[in-house]
């Protein structure tokens, strides 16, 4: 696990350090960005192992981060967030409306 990067991205920096400090208890190296642009730009400096994000975000929301970051990378992203209709499950997992 030494080693291993994880970007956080959400938009409430407490939620985004308290799932930091879990992580880090895990031996784990965090980023957090609290902004879709932002976690654009990190991601290409960083190359994180793996992305939990939030789909509500300033800037670019999570669906449209989560669109550019699969234009160039197969990296795991974990979706987090308060929705739950059908139709956003089906947009979280990259179908179409």
Not at 45 to 55: A, H, K, M, S, T
């Given at each position: 696990m030494q080693n291993t990067r994880i970007m956080v991205v959400d938009d409430e920096l407490e939620i985004a350090e308290l799932i930091k400090d879990y992580l880090e208890e895990e031996q784990y190296d965090v980023i957090i960005s609290t902004d879709g642009k932002e976690c654009i730009n990190l991601f290409r400096?960083?190359?994180?192992?793996?992305?939990?994000?939030?789909?509500m975000l300033p800037g670019?929301?999570?669906?449209?981060?989560?669109?550019t970051i699969r234009a160039e990378?197969?990296?795991p992203i974990i979706m987090l967030s308060a929705k739950k209709t059908e139709?956003?499950?089906?947009?979280g997992l990259g179908g179409r409306r």
């Open positions: 400096e960083y190359q994180p192992q793996l992305i939990v994000l939030d789909i670019l929301d999570g669906m449209e981060v989560c669109r990378s197969s990296i139709v956003d499950k089906i947009l």
